[in-house]
């Protein structure tokens, strides 16, 4: 909590996103290539916290990692409200969308953290489709808003950053997706002589650029972060 307060305005949101999102990536994989659940050659996310104990870890992160992507969003979204009052520039109307698009993909993070891969695994993929279409989409918009509010909101250099981030996890989207339903196994421990093994790893590879473009494009969140603060004001109502 110390570290946090000497962060500047409120640039430990998106600092927390960024840790808390990148960490139950890669600590999960990590516990499950030791514990031999997985193979260590891209296995898909989900499967990395499909069996005990990382799946409780799996769970209990991406959660936290979905409400700290709920405060950002929305801070971002305030930020960005902020800006419109005072410089114009970005439809209000486009903030309003993206938020709720990014809300969309939480919803989709913590449907993915209740219900696991193997156990109800169309629930399980829903909320991934959700997450990986509707997180997309909303840095795409934020991309967008970057670029209507410049120069106020960010730099030349950071719009162009997000751009390129934005194209990165378009690209890779697709693959992720189409590769995916042709696969259609939820199987944990892929051998390469096994069918579809070319579609599953191209799927896998593909998931794992669209998660750390997510990451990436949250990491350029926080300068911008430390220009404002948010605060909450408590009112007293009077009773009759």
Known sequence: MAMFGCMPGASFLPFLLVVCSSSACTINYIIAVLRGDVVAIWPYISDTGTTPPESCLFGLMTSITAMAGVATMYTRYKFIER????????????????????????????????????????????????????????????????????????????????????????????????CAIFVGSSELRWKGDEPNYGLHLASAVCEWMVAFSFVFFFFTYIREFTRFTMTVKAELVEQN
């Not at 993070?109 to 695994?121: D, G, L, R, S, W």
């Not at 489709?129 to 960010?154: D, E, H, K, R």
């Not at 719009?159 to 997706?177: D, G, N």
């Open 83 to 178: 800006l419109i009052e005072r410089t114009g520039g970005v439809r209000p109307v486009l903030n309003k969308i993206a938020l709720g698009i990014g809300l969309l993909s939480c919803l989709g993070m913590n449907i993915v953290a209740t219900f696991q891969e193997t156990v109800v695994t169309p629930v399980h993929d829903f909320g991934a489709l959700l997450f990986f279409l509707s997180g997309v989409v909303y840095i795409v918009l934020q991309t967008w808003i970057s670029y209507q509010a410049y120069p106020y909101g960010s730099s030349k250099a950071m719009c162009r950053t997000r751009a390129l981030i934005s194209s990165i996890a378009v690209v890779a989207l697709f693959p992720t997706v189409i």
